[in-house]
C-alpha cells in the first residue's frame, strides 16, 4: 500500500514538474515574440481635416470655333501642347471659293470706280467748256448791245442837233419872209426841212427805244444760255459725284466682305492661345453618340471642341459637411498626399468657402440629401506627371498646430474599459499605462501621463507573458 501512496506521489510530482518546464517554456517563447514598438515624441502636433476632393485646372481655357465647318483635324486627346501650336483646323474650300470670287468683283470694281472718274472728268470738263463759251456769248452780246446803243443814242444826238438847226433857220425864214426879203418859197422850203428833221429825230427815237429792246433780249438770252449752261456744269459734276460714290461704296463694301472671307479663313486654323493639357471635348450637337469630337465632325461658331488645362496651376474642389464647415477658412494651410505615392505630400492653402449650404452632389461623391459646403483649395506647387485634372484626391485641411506637446501613435492609445491606456515598454517586458488623450492628428494624439519623450510603446497588444504582472498603473501626478 506505501508502495502504491510513493508511486501516486512520484507521478504527480514528476508531471508538475513537466508542465512547469513547459510554462517556462512557453513564457520565454512569447516575450521572444517582437512586439512593434514606437517613441513618444514632444513636439508640433498638426490637427487636420480629412475630406476627399477632385483635382482641376485653375486655368481652364476654352478654345472656341468662331465660325462653323467641318473638322480637317483635331489635336490628340490629352497631349501637351505650346502656345502657337495647331490644335485643330476646319475645312476652307467654300470660303476660298468664296474669296477667289470677291476678289474678282473687287477688279470689276476697282475698274468701274476707274472709269467713273475718267468719264467725271470728260463730262465736268466738257461742260465747263460750255459755260466758258456762254460765258464769253454773254460777254460778247452786252459789248455789242451797248456799241448799238451808243450809235443810236449819238444818231438820236444828231437828229436832235439837225431839229435845232432846222427850227433856227425857220425862225430866221420867218423873219425875213415878215420883211419880204425872201420870197414865200423859202419860207415853205424851210418849214418843210424842220418836219422833215422833225420827223427823223422821232424815228431815230423809235429806233432808240427798239435797239434797247433787241440788245437787252440778245442779252438775256445770253444769260439764259450762260445759266443753263452753269446748270448743266451743276448737274454733270452732281452725276459724276454719285457715280463716283456709288463705285466707291461697292469697292469698300467688296473689299470688307474680302476682308471678313480672310478673317474666316485665318480662324479656320486654330492654335493653342496658353499651354497646357489639350483634352477633346465631346461632340453634343452629335446626340445619337454623344462622342468627343474627331475629324469629319462638324462644329457649330461658338463650340469648343478643345479644353486647354494649365496642370501648373491646379486645385482641389471639394465638399465639407455642415458640422466641420465651420472651422474651414480661406488662408488655410493644406496638404494633398500624391494618388500615387502616398507618401509625398503637397502643399495647398484654402482659396474660397461657400457661404450657403447645397445638397451634394452624387457625381461628385457625395450623399443624396446631405447638405455640403463647397471649398476650393489650390496647390502651391504643380506635379503633372502624378497630378492630373479629374483625379480623386485626399485632402487635409491643416485647423491648428499645437506646440510642444507629447505625441503618441494612435495606434498606440487601447481603450480598457472606460480608460485609455498605452503599453510602455520597460525592458523585455511592456507595462500597461492609463493615460488620457487630448487633440489628434491622423496619425497622432496628445498624450499625458507618465510618459516621457523618448519612451517606446507598444503598436500591438503584447501577448499575456509579455506583461508585467501589476496592476494597471495611474499617470504620475494625476
Not at 467641318?70 to 495647331?86: C, F, M
Not at 424842220?194 to 429825230?201: A, G, P, T, W
Not at 459646403?373 to 484626391?393: K, W
Amino acid at each position: 500500500m506505501k508502495r502504491a501512496v510513493l508511486a501516486l506521489l512520484v507521478a504527480a510530482a514528476l508531471a508538475a514538474g513537466g508542465w512547469w518546464v513547459r510554462a517556462r517554456t512557453t513564457a520565454r517563447a512569447t516575450v521572444r515574440q517582437v512586439v512593434p514598438t514606437a517613441a513618444i515624441k514632444r513636439g508640433a502636433l498638426t490637427i487636420t481635416l480629412p475630406v476627399s476632393g477632385f483635382l482641376q485646372s485653375a486655368e481652364e481655357t476654352r478654345v472656341i470655333s468662331e465660325i462653323g465647318g467641318t473638322l480637317l483635324y483635331i489635336q490628340d486627346n490629352n497631349e501637351p501642347v505650346q502656345p502657337g501650336d495647331l490644335v485643330f483646323q476646319i475645312d476652307t474650300k467654300e470660303l476660298v471659293d468664296q474669296r477667289d470670287d470677291l476678289m474678282q468683283k473687287l477688279v470689276d470694281a476697282r475698274a468701274e470706280l476707274d472709269k467713273a472718274q475718267a468719264d467725271a472728268q470728260v463730262q465736268t470738263s466738257q461742260a465747263q467748256s460750255e459755260v466758258d463759251r456762254a460765258q464769253e456769248a454773254l460777254g460778247l452780246a452786252e459789248d455789242k448791245a451797248q456799241a448799238e446803243r451808243d450809235k443810236v443814242a449819238a444818231e438820236v444826238r444828231f437828229a436832235e442837233s439837225e431839229v435845232a438847226r432846222a427850227h433856227s433857220e425857220l425862225a430866221r425864214a420867218q423873219r425875213l419872209a415878215k420883211l419880204n426879203y425872201i420870197p414865200g418859197t423859202k419860207l415853205r422850203e424851210a418849214e418843210a426841212n424842220y418836219r422833215k428833221q422833225e420827223f427823223e429825230l422821232e424815228r431815230k427815237r423809235a429806233d432808240e427805244v427798239n435797239a434797247d429792246k433787241r440788245t437787252g433780249e440778245e442779252v438775256q438770252q445770253a444769260r439764259t444760255a450762260l445759266g443753263l449752261a452753269q446748270q448743266n456744269l451743276e448737274a454733270t459734276a452732281t452725276s459724276a459725284r454719285l457715280r463716283l460714290d456709288d463705285a466707291r461704296v461697292t469697292v469698300e463694301q467688296t473689299e470688307r466682305r474680302l476682308d471678313e472671307a480672310q478673317d474666316k479663313i485665318d480662324q479656320c486654323t486654330v492654335l493653342a492661345p496658353t499651354a497646357g493639357l489639350a483634352v477633346v471635348q465631346t461632340n453634343r450637337e452629335n446626340w445619337s453618340e454623344r462622342r468627343p469630337y474627331r475629324a469629319g465632325d462638324r462644329v457649330s461658331p461658338g463650340r469648343e471642341p478643345i479644353m486647354i488645362f494649365n496642370l501648373q496651376k491646379m486645385q482641389v474642389r471639394c465638399q465639407i459637411g455642415e458640422m466641420d464647415i465651420s472651422r474651414v477658412r480661406a488662408g488655410q494651410e493644406a496638404f494633398v498626399p500624391s494618388p500615387s505615392e502616398p507618401a509625398k505630400r503637397y502643399r495647398a492653402k484654402v482659396i474660397s468657402v461657400e457661404e450657403m449650404a447645397r445638397e451634394s452632389n452624387v457625381w461628385e461623391g457625395g450623399t443624396p440629401g446631405k447638405k455640403v459646403f463647397g471649398v476650393l483649395v489650390g496647390l502651391e506647387q504643380s506635379d503633372p506627371a502624378h497630378l492630373r485634372p479629374g483625379m480623386t484626391v485626399d485632402l487635409e485641411i491643416v485647423l491648428r498646430e499645437l506646440q510642444h506637446v507629447m505625441m503618441a501613435p494612435i495606434r498606440a492609445v487601447f481603450a480598457r474599459g472606460a480608460s485609455k491606456v498605452v503599453y510602455r515598454q520597460r525592458g523585455e517586458q511592456f507595462e500597461a499605462l492609463a493615460v488620457e488623450t487630448g487633440a489628434r492628428s491622423d496619425l497622432a494624439v496628445e498624450v499625458s501621463g507618465g510618459l516621457k519623450d523618448g519612451d517606446r510603446v507598444a503598436l500591438a497588444v503584447p501577448p499575456v507573458g509579455a506583461r508585467h504582472a501589476l496592476p494597471l498603473r495611474r499617470a504620475e501626478g494625476r
